[in-house]
């Protein structure tokens, strides 16, 4: 929980939004980077220590923010996790777009990798009663399942990932053998070359409308920095 009286009359009005993080340094110290243009670097030139998260709470935000914090072994923003205290200080900036849930559809795909499943958590609370859903979640290890909230028509499917596969191939796979039927609103985010791999399928491969997939890359393969919402 992120709490603190400059967050008053922040809103998230759409769930499966995104806020970005701005960590201290491993000394405690937080800089505030500036905007050349094209990144964020700090004074002497390095990247700050930004990561992008799924803000948990939808709605005015007067009483604190949530985000939840998959914690590594390694990693930036495991070690802030795990050393975290009430009065250590963080930088908040966002919310980034959401996704407008249709009421009125009759079925959703819901896809992504462990990154994503704060938001699939999210969503799940929020779609029609009457609508029937379709989980799919891809994890790196059997033991990465996580209780998600019920809803009265979703089947969840957890796929874990092969030893020696690329992330997101477990997710690809799953959204192809989907199938999912004409309508279906279908939502997707993880790793960027993999919801790359579902777009082509989805769009070029079986037509799907444009209009009603939203898909997005959470992080790279490869790539330390923080573009991986979790």
Known sequence: MLEGTELAGMTVSEPAASVRLLLPSPSG?????????????????TR????????????PQDDGLEVDVVVH???????????????????VSGPGRGYMVDGDAAAFLLAGDETAVPAIA????????SARVHVCIEIAHGDARVALPAHPQATVEWGELADGARPGDALVDAVVH???????????????????????????????PRTDATIRGYWKHGR???????
């Open 29 to 45: 110290e937080l800089v505030m980077p500036a905007w050349n243009g094209n990144e964020f670097l700090l004074p002497d030139g």
């Open 48 to 59: 700050p220590g930004i990561r992008t998260f799924t803000p948990r709470r939808v709605g």
């Open 73 to 91: 072994d390694a990693g930036l923003a495991s070690g802030w996790a795990r050393q975290a205290a009430p009065g250590d200080v963080a930088a």
């Open 122 to 129: 999210q969503l799940l609370e929020l779609l029609p009663g």
């Open 178 to 208: 989907a199938e999912p039927a004409p309508g279906t609103r279908i939502w997707v985010a993880g790793e960027a070359a993999a919801v790359q791999r579902i777009r082509r399928h989805l769009f070029e491969e079986r037509d799907v």
């Open 224 to 230: 330390s920095g923080g573009a991986d919402p979790t």
